[in-house]
Nanobody, 128 residues
Framework: VQLVESGGCMVHPVGYLILSCAAS????????MSWVRQAPGTGPEWVWA????????YYSAAVRGRFAISRDNANSTLYLQMNNLRPDDTDLYYCATDPDASRWTIQGNHHLLMLEDWGQGTLVTVSS
């Protein structure tokens, strides 16, 4: 399993970015996927999750209305569109395979322990 995130950079507040996660080495279209972020010195925080067939999505209240997840199963790529960015969105963003994206609604951040494979992360810095 290989997950490679890209698209992170420095951006001004209220700016936007699109992060990508290129997947290989497994059957991407059969896996639920999640985006997780982590600031230096803090624990990881779940952001958004999507079912393998994109029929359902689950998201953190912190990014509701500003971020959106999508996936291209034909090209084994996961996306996170980030709008109206704020300084507190500054984090390292990871994509991860998820055994059941719907569990976020029940387990919250405890579901982090169930994520299986992670990428190396891409850094997003929001600063004026």
């Amino acid at each position: 399993v290989q997950l490679v995130e890209s698209g992170g950079c420095m951006v001004h507040p209220v700016g936007y970015l699109i992060l990508s996660c290129a997947a290989s080495g497994f059957s991407f279209s059969t896996y639920d996927m999640s985006w997780v972020r982590q600031a230096p010195g803090t624990g990881p925080e779940w952001v958004w999750a999507i079912k393998s067939d994109a029929t359902n999505q689950y998201y953190s209240a912190a990014v509701r209305g500003r971020f959106a997840i999508s996936r291209d199963n034909a090209n084994s790529t996961l996306y996170l569109q980030m709008n109206n960015l704020r300084p507190d969105d500054t984090d390292l963003y990871y994509c991860a395979t998820d055994p059941d994206a719907s569990r976020w609604t029940i387990q919250g951040n405890h579901h982090l322990l169930m994520l299986e494979d992670w990428g190396q992360g891409t850094l997003v810095t929001v600063s004026s």
